[in-house]
């Protein structure tokens, strides 16, 4: 019925997004339906929890690679929504490539749980990375025009503090820095603080942006959004658990993040079946809108 | 004119990249490019029917965040040029924006 208006470039990327949706869908059915069975029927001490633990990151790299397809569909490194899902894709990749390091520290050093360790690069270094994705996907939205005309400025203060006061009363107020560990303390610091600098920025992002924001993108806006919160408190939870030595392989938090690459995959596919939309012949449109009416 | 509609065309392209901005300019309908360049564009017809469809064109987009950036490029341009082309609803935001500036 519609005509698509689209050189074969972007039709083959679209193709290739179409292949990597299907892939995400499967391995992240594949990681939930695993997380269920293992916590029915299998004991909390099997090994089964920690290839769980040490694997599901596959969900994350996956989507890495279908967001590095979608961006280039919206120019890549030369536009600001394409800055913005690569910056998020590499986000992905990096939780990815911070679980494999983990993974290689266990199954072939034997090292268990080596916090602080080169896993760190890219576990914390995924932090800046979604600050800027998010940055630039805020620039998109033009939310600092909106600050401009705003009468509520004052929330682009407030709610960094309010999120960095709450960081601090769930995890830092009872801390106590070891001197000998620097690089500890620096992480132990940056992990919550940093987490709170990119969901203060979501959160501001999304006020700033909800009344303006429309069009075909907004529900894919707005699944980063909501990707980005889960992320968040997939976060959250693994800190608490493990400051309180509740964590395990296999359990709740395992499952919140693998949902939470989950989400954020299929946000950043929303932006092809969007940009497909987009491209559609408004021409087709409007004859077929026409015959429409008279029928 | 043609100043006017290559300028928002390049602004929403650094914004959605320029392929699909001139993608989305020739689906508006008014507006042809003998080349991949978005100097080589044509208008075709009323310069304010050209504009009117180029924005709702982008306005598929982010809606009126979208019509926001096109407006800003239109600020750039002198008031008397562009006033005759503009449609009502970006008439009115001018006005708005004008009247508010600290000179007036």
Redesign the interface.
């Known amino acids: 019925m519609y005509t698509l ?2 050189e074969p470039y ?1 039709e083959d990327l679209l193709k290739r997004s179409r292949v990597l949706v299907t892939l995400l869908t499967i391995v992240f059915t594949f990681y939930a339906l695993s997380w269920i069975y293992l916590n029915l029927f299998v004991p909390h001490d099997s090994a089964l929890n920690d290839y769980f633990t040490d694997t599901y990151g596959v969900v994350a790299c996956v989507g890495g690679f279908l967001g590095f397809t979608v961006a280039r ?4 490194l ?5 800055r913005s899902l690569s910056f998020l894709s590499l986000g992905l990749l990096f939780q990815f490539l911070g679980q494999l390091s983990y993974a290689i520290y266990y199954y072939v050093y034997n090292v268990e749980n080596p916090y602080p360790s080169f896993g760190e690069v890219f576990y914390f270094g995924s932090i800046p990375i979604y600050i800027c994705g998010v940055w630039l996907l805020a620039r ?3 939310v600092g ?1 909106s600050l401009r005309t705003s009468r509520s400025k004052y929330a682009l203060f407030l709610i960094p503090l309010i999120m960095l006061f709450i960081s601090y009363q769930l995890f830092l107020k009872d801390y106590e820095v070891d001197s000998t560990s620097p690089v500890t303390t620096f992480l132990d610091y940056g992990y919550p603080f940093g987490q709170a600098i990119f969901i203060s920025l979501t959160i501001v992002a999304f006020i700033f ?1 909800k ?8 529900k894919s ?1 707005m699944f980063v959004f909501m990707a980005l919160v889960f992320q968040y408190f997939a976060d959250t939870i693994f800190l608490y658990e493990t400051l309180t030595d509740t964590w395990r392989p296999g359990g709740l938090d395992d499952l919140l993040f693998v949902t939470s690459y989950f989400s954020m995959a299929f946000a950043l596919s929303t932006f092809a079946s969007s ?1 497909k939309k ?2 559609v ?3 087709k449109v409007a004859q077929v809108e026409a015959i429409s009416t008279t029928v | 004119m043609d100043d006017l509609v290559k300028a928002i065309i390049k602004e929403q392209g650094q914004i959605i990249g320029l392929d699909l901005a001139i993608r989305l300019a020739k689906l508006s309908g008014n507006i042809s490019f003998s080349s991949d360049s978005v100097e080589s564009l044509k208008l075709q017809g009323d310069p304010r029917a050209v504009l009117d469809s180029l924005l709702r064109s982008y306005s598929d987009v982010f809606g009126q965040t979208s019509i926001n950036v096109c407006i800003d490029v239109i600020q750039r341009f002198p008031k008397q040029e562009v006033m005759s082309v503009v449609p009502d609803y970006v008439k009115n935001k001018l006005s708005a924006m004008v009247a508010n500036t600290p000179n007036n």
């Open positions: 208006f689209m972007f569909l919206w120019g890549a030369k536009s600001i929504v394409g998109a939205l033009g025009r942006s009344k303006a924001l429309g069009g075909i993108l907004r806006v940009y987009l491209t012949s408004r021409v």
